[in-house]
């Protein structure tokens, strides 16, 4: 989501058009169809092995697709298809980073090979045109690292094209529902973004729910009554000279953040998700009544009505909507307690333990609602991540070994029980997140005295 550049930090802003004509609708689902075609005609044409060593520079590919007339076949404005074949092309170069990274792997983990054999194999992944031309068989020069190992090359060339073709896979495009659109392609007026047709002075108004403008590129989302817009923001890296502590943060399920020194932010967060989590559970569960009743009825034979049902009941539209508005307003708790917890605790340092990986053959879920939080979770931590960045202080993640069952005052193993942690050894009771947030300080201040 966040990509860094210099002192800003890049993050989207979402957009929404008002409700759109069919027509309208049409032309930009024409514009992603025509998007996604350029990526599929592109992908076929450049993710073969012959053309991993030619895809930097871009603009000698957008070149050659223009000169083959499918843009102009497909009708598709240029604002449009030279962000698209960029698009294609990266997919591109993040599979053949896929593949290098895998040989890599099989490379460390073959005990056929020698020390040298694997310098020489190495350093060839790491040199694009030198192992572009081996996998053409082509001539190239011997890389300075590799020219006094005692090695068979042809023998390793071999290892690298038979094992490139074998994990190299090709980006696949499904159906495009969105395109991309350079500044060229649109202007704004009076809260109406106006896109490109391609014909020139032709140019099609898109109503918009705010007053945002943007000069950058923007991506839009066709859906099947508006378009979503997604516009990157940079912000400003902020220094705080003033943010001088270290903070140990637990984070829960009940309470977002439970801190060493007592202070909890998000209180009840786990209160919120579980109103939630009734109100879908409710739902799913009147669902799944109606998809009986119609599945009875067709099975019956009553086609007609095991069809109504299907278009009156069980659509899917409203259901969603309503999830999504639920899930924004705890997006917003939990940013508003992150600000709360950083202007209030000033950190120039968060610590916290890293989640626990879990098997995922025995999810030890107690509830649905305990599934809900840990989706949660992963939000929690990616806005800290981007709020700590945002404010320049540093996150520290450490281990979570030791930081459930052990007792954060005399370090014996202890108990959680449903009213909290008890410790039998001497007699500690506690949060379990009071206790877990001081064995994230112990530990981390153990691992920094060593
Ligand atoms: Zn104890």
């Excluded at 119609?294 to 909507?321: C, F, M, P, W």
Aim: a positive charge; glycine letters at 6%.
């Amino acid at each position: 989501m966040a990509g860094k550049k210099g002192n800003t930090l890049t993050k989207t802003v979402w957009q929404y058009t008002e409700v759109l004509p069919e027509d309208t609708i049409d032309f930009l689902r024409g514009l992603a169809e025509g998007y996604g075609k350029i990526k599929n005609y592109t992908y076929k044409r450049y993710s073969g092995i012959k053309s991993f060593g030619r895809l930097t520079p871009v603009y000698d590919i957008m070149g050659e697709i223009r000169r083959s007339g499918i843009r102009t076949q497909l009708g598709l404005p240029s604002a449009c298809f030279d962000p698209a074949v960029v698009d294609a092309v990266s997919d591109i170069k993040s599979m053949w980073a896929v593949v290098r990274s895998k040989l890599g792997n099989l490379i460390t983990m073959n005990e056929n090979l020698t020390d040298e054999d694997r310098i020489y194999l190495r350093t060839i992944l790491k040199l694009d045109k030198t192992y572009a031309a081996i996998l053409n068989h082509e001539d190239y020069e011997m890389p300075k690292k590799a020219k006094d190992l005692e090695i068979d090359a042809e023998r390793l060339n071999n290892l690298l094209r038979r094992l490139t073709r074998k994990y190299l896979r090709k980006p696949e495009a499904g159906q495009s529902d969105y395109f991309s659109i350079t500044p060229a392609g649109y202007a704004y007026k009076d809260g109406v973004l106006l896109i490109t047709t391609g014909i020139h002075g032709k140019r099609i108004p898109i109503p918009l729910k705010d007053n945002r403008t943007s000069d950058r590129q923007l991506k839009i989302f066709v859906r099947e009554k508006d378009a979503a817009i997604a516009i990157p923001v940079e912000s400003r890296i902020k220094m705080h000279h003033d943010y001088t502590n270290t903070v140990y943060v637990h984070i829960g399920y009940k309470d977002m953040f439970t801190l060493s020194n007592g202070n909890v932010y998000g209180a009840s967060l786990g209160d919120i998700t579980a109103e939630e989590t009734e109100r879908l559970t409710e739902k799913n569960k009147k669902r799944a009544r109606i998809r009986s009743v119609q599945k009875r009825s067709a099975e019956s034979g009553d086609r007609k009505k095991a069809d109504n049902i299907g278009v009156n009941n069980l659509g899917t539209q409203k259901y969603d909507h309503q999830k999504d508005k639920e899930r924004a307003k705890t997006q917003i708790f939990i940013n508003a307690a992150i600000n709360r917890m950083l202007a209030a605790e000033k950190p120039e340092r968060v610590v916290i333990a890293r989640p626990v990986k879990v098997h995922k053959t025995k999810l030890p879920s107690k509830s649905a609602n305990r599934k809900m939080t840990r989706n949660f979770n992963s939000y929690i931590r990616e806005r800290l991540t981007y709020k700590c960045r945002m404010n320049s202080i540093e996150l520290v993640e450490i281990h979570s070994k030791g930081t459930g069952n052990i007792c954060s005052c005399c370090g014996a193993e202890g108990k959680r029980t449903a009213s909290g942690f008890v410790c039998g050894s001497c007699g500690l009771q506690s949060t379990t997140a009071l206790n877990g947030a001081k064995n994230i300080e112990n530990k981390y201040k153990n691992m920094n005295s060593k």
